[in-house]
């Protein structure tokens, strides 16, 4: 097997707009041997996962063409349906070491076949049962580097959802996420292979980077189980936080996006060593690179701790917190405005950018409820939020009243969204940003209101909202259930209505999500029906 540095390093420049095949020499991938004593199998596993400089072979080649259809994602395009990319758009292809995505299950199984046709060695896609069985390398943990409940190591062996990505989406894309693992391996997208620690098998990036596709089908279209609908897919990528290893997860058949790649076996007991020190020695150069950018990343600063309010006269806020670590750091102040005639807005505005003390004075000029948060900046990155910190008066709700979603005092898992030019809440369905198929973990979301009762009293429980029918939620006061009801289904928003009862006390009033399915609330209220004696 011949391979050729300059033409590894030079892929990109190959355009695949005249669809014409030459005659090119494959690239065939670094293996590692695996062998399953439990069912007894042994078989040969892709070191890494396969590279545009290897599928670009096999374009190359054969003029194949892959349907411009890819949910691509990447610093200048979000995912969207109505602008699809390619597998050879640019910013995939610049750097020839990283996964080959957008290329789909078809993609990477015509790969396969042609690499099996022009080596005479049976190359295939792993089962997903071959999968988790080298992702794990044995272990019967979480992870092939053990449990890490509290994602202390991951950033060590995955390339996954981080702090540098969270910043680095907000920058390129306006969009904040509020949770990652808390670490930083300084990569944003999914970036070029092995620069992790590999698992005991000597495998890497089994957990992220990409997704990986596999040949099990989970879901066929017929009864004659010819046609597959769904396939099972390993791992996690750069965009998801990691969870356990052995969890279903699937992708639909014809479904190209740019977050998923694959990696290849090999159906063989022994091998003749192969000659891949020339890949191996292009590798480590483009790894070279993507550390240098890396190390970069790795110095954008955490969130800033204590933040604290004070208030002053003539509806002054006077705001402190901990100082951040690490030279050219700036912050920005954000606040977000509650307040009973409807003249502030719940959404995060930001007050000042640019401020190179921990400390800031603020006005007041609503006498309203404010919350505030800082970011930590360095290279026009923010880090993610700080504590949240209060100041003013929060208003004073009652039973009867018309309450909007947005006049909760505390929550959990929620986020302010426009509707309709409407603002509601919506509860989330998935705090944790896992990938979102297969098994989600449940934390439900809520939402808190100081709302008290004078009195005990049935009700009817009035609610604006938009969830599926399978949408569960429950309005509690302390220890008292006070109703519990479904979505309407549908795309719309819609009253819902059910008998309650609430009870003499000043507990708060808890909105609470039960199960995974998320809802949109714009308001509610609480309408009494009569007075126990």
């Given at each position: 097997?011949?391979?050729?540095?300059?033409?590894?390093?030079?892929?990109?420049?190959?355009?695949?707009?005249?669809?014409?095949?030459?005659?090119?020499?494959?690239?065939?991938?670094?293996?590692?041997?695996?062998?399953?004593?439990?069912?007894?199998?042994?078989?040969?596993?892709?070191?890494?996962?396969?590279?545009?400089?290897?599928?670009?072979?096999?374009?190359?080649?054969?003029?194949?063409?892959?349907?411009?259809?890819?949910?691509?994602?990447?610093?200048?395009?979000?995912?969207?349906?109505?602008?699809?990319?390619?597998?050879?758009?640019?910013?995939?292809?610049?750097?020839?070491?990283?996964?080959?995505?957008?290329?789909?299950?078809?993609?990477?199984?015509?790969?396969?076949?042609?690499?099996?046709?022009?080596?005479?060695?049976?190359?295939?896609?792993?089962?997903?049962?071959?999968?988790?069985?080298?992702?794990?390398?044995?272990?019967?943990?979480?992870?092939?580097?053990?449990?890490?409940?509290?994602?202390?190591?991951?950033?060590?062996?995955?390339?996954?959802?981080?702090?540098?990505?969270?910043?680095?989406?907000?920058?390129?894309?306006?969009?904040?996420?509020?949770?990652?693992?808390?670490?930083?391996?300084?990569?944003?997208?999914?970036?070029?292979?092995?620069?992790?620690?590999?698992?005991?098998?000597?495998?890497?990036?089994?957990?992220?980077?990409?997704?990986?596709?596999?040949?099990?089908?989970?879901?066929?279209?017929?009864?004659?189980?010819?046609?597959?609908?769904?396939?099972?897919?390993?791992?996690?990528?750069?965009?998801?936080?990691?969870?356990?290893?052995?969890?279903?997860?699937?992708?639909?058949?014809?479904?190209?996006?740019?977050?998923?790649?694959?990696?290849?076996?090999?159906?063989?007991?022994?091998?003749?060593?192969?000659?891949?020190?020339?890949?191996?020695?292009?590798?480590?150069?483009?790894?070279?690179?993507?550390?240098?950018?890396?190390?970069?990343?790795?110095?954008?600063?955490?969130?800033?701790?204590?933040?604290?309010?004070?208030?002053?006269?003539?509806?002054?806020?006077?705001?402190?917190?901990?100082?951040?670590?690490?030279?050219?750091?700036?912050?920005?102040?954000?606040?977000?405005?509650?307040?009973?005639?409807?003249?502030?807005?719940?959404?995060?505005?930001?007050?000042?950018?640019?401020?190179?003390?921990?400390?800031?004075?603020?006005?007041?000029?609503?006498?309203?409820?404010?919350s505030y948060k800082v970011h930590a900046v360095k290279d026009g990155m923010q880090s993610k939020a700080s504590?949240?910190?209060?100041?003013?008066?929060?208003?004073?709700?009652?039973?009867?009243?018309?309450?909007?979603a947005e006049h909760y005092f505390s929550q959990r898992h929620s986020m302010l969204s426009k509707k309709d030019?409407?603002?509601?809440?919506?509860?989330?369905?998935?705090?944790?940003?896992?990938?979102?198929?297969?098994?989600?973990?449940?934390?439900?979301?809520?939402?808190?209101?100081?709302?008290?009762?004078?009195?005990?009293?049935?009700?009817?429980?009035?609610?604006?909202?938009?969830?599926?029918?399978?949408?569960?939620?429950?309005?509690?006061?302390?220890?008292?259930?006070?109703?519990?009801?479904?979505?309407?289904?549908?795309?719309?928003?819609?009253?819902?209505?059910?008998?309650?009862?609430?009870?003499?006390?000043?507990?708060?009033?808890?909105?609470?999500?039960?199960?995974?399915?998320?809802?949109?609330?714009?308001?509610?209220?609480?309408?009494?029906?009569?007075?126990?004696?």
């Amino acid at each position: 097997m011949k391979l050729y540095t300059s033409a590894l390093l030079l892929v990109s420049s190959y355009s695949v707009a005249a669809n014409e095949p030459v005659t090119v020499t494959p690239i065939e991938p670094v293996l590692v041997a695996m062998d399953n004593q439990d069912i007894d199998q042994q078989f040969y596993m892709g070191k890494y996962e396969v590279t545009v400089a290897e599928f670009q072979r096999f374009v190359q080649a054969t003029g194949y063409t892959v349907p411009n259809k890819c949910m691509v994602f990447t610093k200048s395009q979000w995912p969207s349906p109505d602008k699809p990319g390619s597998w050879d758009s640019p910013e995939l292809v610049n750097e020839p070491f990283r996964p080959v995505v957008c290329v789909g299950v078809q993609g990477a199984i015509d790969y396969a076949k042609w690499l099996t046709k022009e080596t005479g060695k049976p190359y295939r896609l792993p089962t997903i049962e071959e999968y988790e069985f080298a992702a794990l390398a044995g272990q019967k943990s979480r992870f092939a580097f053990g449990e890490d409940y509290e994602h202390s190591d991951v950033c060590e062996y995955e390339n996954v959802e981080d702090r540098a990505n969270i910043a680095a989406l907000k920058l390129h894309h306006g969009v904040e996420y509020t949770r990652s693992v808390d670490c930083n391996d300084g990569a944003i997208y999914h970036t070029v292979v092995g620069m992790y620690r590999p698992n005991s098998f000597g495998l890497h990036d089994m957990l992220g980077n990409v997704r990986e596709l596999t040949q099990t089908c989970i879901e066929y279209k017929d009864d004659d189980n010819k046609h597959c609908s769904r396939y099972a897919i390993g791992g996690s990528a750069w965009h998801w936080q990691p969870r356990d290893i052995v969890k279903e997860r699937w992708t639909a058949a014809d479904f190209i996006g740019s977050i998923e790649g694959f990696r290849l076996v090999l159906d063989a007991k022994e091998l003749a060593i192969d000659h891949w020190e020339q890949f191996k020695g292009a590798l480590l150069h483009a790894q070279k690179r993507a550390r240098i950018e890396h190390n970069k990343l790795k110095s954008l600063p955490t969130a800033p701790k204590g933040l604290v309010t004070k208030e002053l006269v003539e509806h002054q806020v006077q705001l402190g917190w901990d100082a951040a670590h690490g030279e050219g750091v700036t912050y920005a102040l954000y606040r977000s405005v509650l307040d009973s005639t409807g003249k502030g807005t719940r959404q995060w505005q930001l007050v000042k950018d640019g401020l190179s003390a921990p400390n800031y004075r603020d006005s007041n000029p609503l006498s309203s409820f404010i919350s505030y948060k800082v970011h930590a900046v360095k290279d026009g990155m923010q880090s993610k939020a700080s504590n949240i910190a209060y100041t003013g008066q929060y208003p004073k709700l009652a039973i009867g009243q018309k309450v909007e979603a947005e006049h909760y005092f505390s929550q959990r898992h929620s986020m302010l969204s426009k509707k309709d030019d409407l603002q509601v809440v919506g509860l989330s369905t998935n705090a944790d940003h896992h990938t979102p198929d297969g098994y989600i973990p449940f934390k439900p979301a809520w939402l808190k209101f100081d709302l008290s009762s004078e009195t005990s009293s049935a009700v009817t429980v009035n609610v604006r909202m938009r969830g599926a029918k399978d949408t569960l939620l429950e309005f509690w006061q302390g220890h008292h259930l006070v109703a519990r009801f479904n979505g309407h289904g549908g795309k719309e928003f819609k009253e819902v209505s059910v008998l309650g009862s609430v009870i003499k006390g000043a507990d708060q009033l808890e909105i609470r999500s039960v199960g995974n399915n998320g809802a949109l609330i714009d308001w509610f209220e609480l309408i009494p029906n009569h007075i126990d004696d």
